[in-house]
């Protein structure tokens, strides 16, 4: 009885550690979307330098932070930022209750399909765009609309759901980062609450991990519930110099991982490597014409300053053409 | 052979259910500094209701928020906020090196003892007092200066370090409420940076979870490295109608448990239990004139409209003289 019991305790501690351990040891690969080349390599080194305990390099789990932009760095961004789509598809859905947009810019350049026109007023054409119908609304109110569009919403190339359209290797890094004890935050310039509807069900971020440009919301007591109020101003715009701002006031340490792909993260990045101890940056640089899309620059947004910097402090960047086997979740079969 | 073998399997199943639930069974009685009474029932009643599966008023973890004001509500905050103690402190420490603030308010009247003067300047005077000597550095400089302070510094009545002067109950309340899968928040009108310089270990709440009043700070390159400044500007002023505002912002989701001391809390309450479902709202009040102190309305905040408010909703008010066994956890033998 004595060797039973004494087997069965083992057994016990076995199976215990085993189901203990299984989310980390998910795969023998845990990317396995990647060629193996220099970037998949420097995503394994580092996070197995920063986990080794005992090593100078380990770092507290608590300390594991690492931040994401979204647009062109978890998601695609071409032709257009994907919030903008959205707004341009709303304003086509609510135009027959706003006939004085016809008269008025930017809707009515939109309505035209002239996008040219409807950005001409720069950063305040597009908070209006992305504004439209989705203010005098409380956050959940708005949350259902993202719902909605995201369940039904086609990209005008692929014909896919825009979320769909997210980067099958950067869904394997933040799945090996959190296996790994880092916790994942999204820290873009996109809005936070359009960002929060869907980062859950496709990233695994739940809302309180997502940073991102927000429209100021009010509170206000209306017949007697009170509630937040979404209002069509914009409150803080989360991009170049203002990441690590916002990363400070929201996580309130900074990263020892950041990801991005434009001079918009350039900030976020410097600011993450500058810290002590081991860290790490990665660049996504699109050179994909033909799976995804080839450019460093558009009018939105730029990747130039951002690669010489990369360049000069040892980062990562990312050939999607050449080090990625897929773009898409679709596309594996 | 196979008796044994289910033996050993049920052995195994029992063993890691009670491996997975010792962190929640830690005691007999989660909350063993509360006398039995209402406020206690009330705390254990809203627990086992959201976590009970199955039942209607089942709260799935991830929706687990609580959020938790600080100055009067986890720890003291008489006869001045603590961050005020903390700032006229440092302006005494610096004073050899400013000259100048010998004829500068609210320098002047803070180095004389003349406070009712120095915060003649309401919330102006407060920033210019907290932020003395606490900015044109980095945020980890700050987090150094605050730490030091808070383990060398004492309480002009009680002689105690300001970090012993935390509520007991409450930090009962905050362990017990993770036990059960609740992600517990800080949203207080003090500092956040301030906070987190002794949040984790007090509170056991880490940076990220804690929500404040922030001074502006700024990205800047300072001989060759990239690093944030902290400017002398309130960014954000977190209290009354703003409480819920930086909540949806920070957590981008309404809690479900919202606790207060002050009117300035009223708006948090108010939006936390406004939601569907089952809710808990808290006020603790300052009962007890021997232990603590006993005030409702003091220069600087006041609980009137929210006791109002809190008995025409059936929230719970904590009287803290008859339903706390101690105050603060020096007080345990």
């Given at each position: 009885m004595k060797v039973q019991y004494t087997r069965s305790i083992l057994a016990m501690a076995f199976f215990c550690a085993l189901a203990a351990t299984t989310t980390v040891a998910q795969s023998a690969d845990p990317l396995p979307s990647w060629n193996d080349g220099k970037s998949k390599q420097s995503i394994l080194s580092f996070v197995s330098k920063v986990t080794k305990?005992?090593?100078?390099e380990f770092v507290p789990p608590a300390e594991r932070i690492a931040t994401f932009d979204n647009d062109?760095?978890?998601?695609a961004e071409q032709p257009l930022y994907f919030q903008l789509l959205f707004g341009i598809d709303r304003i086509k859905e609510l135009a027959p209750q706003h006939?004085?947009?016809?008269?008025?810019?930017p809707f009515k350049s939109v309505l035209a399909g002239d996008l040219k026109a409807a950005f001409a007023g720069g950063i305040n054409s597009l908070v209006e765009i992305v504004g439209a119908g989705n203010t005098n609304i409380t956050p959940d109110e708005f949350d259902q609309i993202v719902k909605k569009w995201a369940a039904t919403a086609t990209h005008p190339?692929?014909?896919?759901?825009?979320?769909?359209?997210?980067?099958q290797p950067m869904i394997e890094v933040l799945a090996y980062l959190r296996a790994n004890g880092f916790k994942t935050y999204i820290t873009s310039g996109g809005g936070a609450d359009f960002m929060r509807a869907f980062a859950e069900r496709v990233y695994g971020i739940p809302p309180e991990q997502v940073i991102g440009s927000v429209g100021e919301v009010k509170f206000e007591i209306r017949d007697g519930t009170p509630m937040l109020i979404r209002q069509p101003?914009?409150?803080?715009f989360d991009d170049n110099v203002f990441k690590p701002v916002a990363i400070q006031r929201n996580i309130g340490r900074r990263p020892i991982a950041a990801f991005g792909n434009s001079d918009g993260d350039l900030q976020m990045l410097q600011w993450t490597c500058a810290g002590s101890g081991t860290r790490f940056c990665l660049y996504v640089r699109h050179t994909d014409g033909e799976r995804e899309w080839s450019y460093d620059v558009t009018p939105l947004g730029r990747l130039e300053k951002g690669l010489e910097e990369a360049k000069a402090h040892g980062w990562t960047v990312v050939d999607m053409k050449n080090e990625w086997k897929v773009i898409y979740p679709f596309e594996k079969k």
């Amino acid at each position: 009885m004595k060797v039973q019991y004494t087997r069965s305790i083992l057994a016990m501690a076995f199976f215990c550690a085993l189901a203990a351990t299984t989310t980390v040891a998910q795969s023998a690969d845990p990317l396995p979307s990647w060629n193996d080349g220099k970037s998949k390599q420097s995503i394994l080194s580092f996070v197995s330098k920063v986990t080794k305990e005992g090593s100078s390099e380990f770092v507290p789990p608590a300390e594991r932070i690492a931040t994401f932009d979204n647009d062109g760095t978890l998601w695609a961004e071409q032709p257009l930022y994907f919030q903008l789509l959205f707004g341009i598809d709303r304003i086509k859905e609510l135009a027959p209750q706003h006939p004085e947009w016809k008269d008025k810019e930017p809707f009515k350049s939109v309505l035209a399909g002239d996008l040219k026109a409807a950005f001409a007023g720069g950063i305040n054409s597009l908070v209006e765009i992305v504004g439209a119908g989705n203010t005098n609304i409380t956050p959940d109110e708005f949350d259902q609309i993202v719902k909605k569009w995201a369940a039904t919403a086609t990209h005008p190339k692929t014909g896919r759901l825009y979320t769909e359209m997210v980067y099958q290797p950067m869904i394997e890094v933040l799945a090996y980062l959190r296996a790994n004890g880092f916790k994942t935050y999204i820290t873009s310039g996109g809005g936070a609450d359009f960002m929060r509807a869907f980062a859950e069900r496709v990233y695994g971020i739940p809302p309180e991990q997502v940073i991102g440009s927000v429209g100021e919301v009010k509170f206000e007591i209306r017949d007697g519930t009170p509630m937040l109020i979404r209002q069509p101003i914009l409150g803080f715009f989360d991009d170049n110099v203002f990441k690590p701002v916002a990363i400070q006031r929201n996580i309130g340490r900074r990263p020892i991982a950041a990801f991005g792909n434009s001079d918009g993260d350039l900030q976020m990045l410097q600011w993450t490597c500058a810290g002590s101890g081991t860290r790490f940056c990665l660049y996504v640089r699109h050179t994909d014409g033909e799976r995804e899309w080839s450019y460093d620059v558009t009018p939105l947004g730029r990747l130039e300053k951002g690669l010489e910097e990369a360049k000069a402090h040892g980062w990562t960047v990312v050939d999607m053409k050449n080090e990625w086997k897929v773009i898409y979740p679709f596309e594996k079969k």
